[in-house]
């Protein structure tokens, strides 16, 4: 594959690298993710980053000023929550059966404007994901397989396994995303310093998760293309093998080179979340208008 064309590079197993191929990726601006053989994410290579000390200076302002923290709090937890409810209405029309769960989303929707402290996000926040996760169980199709409940650290069942690896590679395209930003990955604007040397990328991901990870997670499952056979208990929880792991991969990349039209414009998903990271930036280092990515066609 032309080095040209690469963005970043995803190491699953053992491997060996030498300081040649960590120059050429500092040249070509390439980051390496590391994860356990099970998908547990557990570091980086990032290259070089010259990020201007004015820009460090912008987003530590910003975040002193409550009024646009808030406002950009709300907006992302608006993106958030839309598009668990486009999920959301895509199964209960496909299933043609009533989830009360859209209420809640709703409501969480009234409630937002009202939404002013860092714990009324938050809660507002817990809320919202409560009810949207009740959404699954209607969702899926296939015998054996329920969500019951959100469980990481370690996912106790097939459900959680794939949410946890397909949010880990998520995370790891924004944190490249915003390594080539105006942003500082540390500086986080809604899930606080809780998040061990990062954290912004959190906060973006809650905007993309229902739509990149969630509804994959549960195609994958309703078109029978990962069985049962695809994971393996372990001592530490439920895990993908590393068959399973290729297969999520392989849909992953697909999903994430597909198309959507925004404006007239085509946008490949990958490029949708380079696109938010540059209109946060630009907030926060010009203060122009952010308004957080919403599908509204499937």
């Not at 993710?33 to 290579?45: A, D, E, K, P």
């Not at 009740?134 to 990481?152: K, N, Y």
């Not at 208008?289 to 599908?295: A, G, Q, S, V």
Request: aromatic fraction near 12%; charge should be positive.
């Amino acid at each position: 594959m032309p080095i040209g064309q690469m963005e970043a590079i995803y190491i699953f197993s053992g491997t060996d690298i030498n300081q040649h191929v960590l120059i050429l990726l500092d040249e070509y601006d390439i980051a390496i993710f590391f994860f356990t053989y099970n998908g547990r994410f557990i570091g980086r290579y990032m290259p070089n980053q010259t990020l201007a000390g004015q820009h460090i200076i912008n987003h530590v302002h910003f975040i002193d000023d409550s009024k646009a923290v808030v406002k950009l709090r709300k907006s992302l937890l608006l993106g958030a929550i839309k598009n668990m409810m486009f999920v959301a209405k895509y199964y209960q029309k496909k299933r043609q059966i009533l989830f009360p769960f859209i209420e809640e989303l709703e409501k969480a929707l009234r409630e937002l404007p009202n939404a002013r402290s860092g714990n009324s996000f938050l809660t507002l926040e817990a809320r919202a994901k409560q009810a949207y996760y009740g959404v699954f169980d209607l969702a899926l199709l296939e015998p054996g397989f329920s969500f019951i409940q959100r469980s990481t650290r370690p996912p106790l069942n097939e459900i959680n396994a794939m949410l946890s690896f397909g949010y880990a590679l998520l995370y790891s395209r924004l944190e490249g995303s915003i390594h080539r930003s105006r942003l500082c990955l540390e500086l986080p604007f809604q899930h606080g310093y809780s998040k061990k040397g990062s954290g912004l990328q959190h906060d973006i991901a809650d905007v993309f998760k229902p739509i990149m990870v969630d509804r994959l997670v549960l195609k994958l499952i309703n078109k029978k293309n990962i069985r049962k056979e695809h994971f393996e208990a372990r001592q530490t929880g439920i895990f993908l093998t590393k068959e399973g792991m290729t297969i999520f991969i392989t849909e992953f990349e697909e999903s994430m080179g597909t198309t959507i039209d925004i404006k007239g414009k085509k946008y490949t998903y990958q490029q949708v979340l380079s696109r938010e990271v540059h209109q946060i930036s630009n907030l926060v280092n010009e203060g122009k208008k952010y308004k957080p990515f919403i599908l509204t066609k499937w």
